[in-house]
Nanobody
Framework: QVQLVESGGGLVQAGGSLKLSCVAS????????MGWFRQAPGKEREIVAA????????YYADSVKGRFNIARDSAKNTVYLQMNSLKPEDTAVYYC????????????????WGQGTQVTVSS
């Protein structure tokens, strides 16, 4: 299986930046897609960004487009989420996920999940 460990969350003021990291281990050679999701209290889990090996460009949710950037370092088995111009609405637990199917829009398409890291944006 694949193990995923997120880090980099914390407390930041509105307008600030954070960089999240997700280190993958195990049978990562089967992975075709890596995604970042978030879930705020009382709300459903939603996609933030995703990168799939076969696509020329990453996917971003409309709410974060132009502010967040997803990147992969295959040599380090690590995926990053650079978050800029953060807003209080970005406050949530952020999860990284790995999938084998190549489908990236939906949480149900992913096979493995990290433990989550808390991001809190104050106003």
């Amino acid at each position: 299986q694949v193990q995923l460990v997120e880090s980099g969350g914390g407390l930041v003021q509105a307008g600030g930046s954070l960089k999240l990291s997700c280190v993958a281990s195990g049978r990562t050679f089967r992975t075709t897609t890596m995604g970042w999701f978030r879930q705020a209290p009382g709300k459903e889990r939603e996609i933030v960004a995703a990168i799939t090996w076969s696509a020329p460009s990453p996917y971003y949710a409309d709410s974060v487009k132009g502010r967040f950037n997803i990147a992969r370092d295959s040599a380090k088995n690590t995926v990053y989420l650079q978050m800029n111009s953060l807003k209080p609405e970005d406050t949530a637990v952020y999860y990284c996920a790995a999938g084998f199917s190549g489908v990236y829009r939906y949480a149900s398409a992913y096979d493995y999940w990290g433990q989550g890291t808390q991001v809190t944006v104050s106003s």
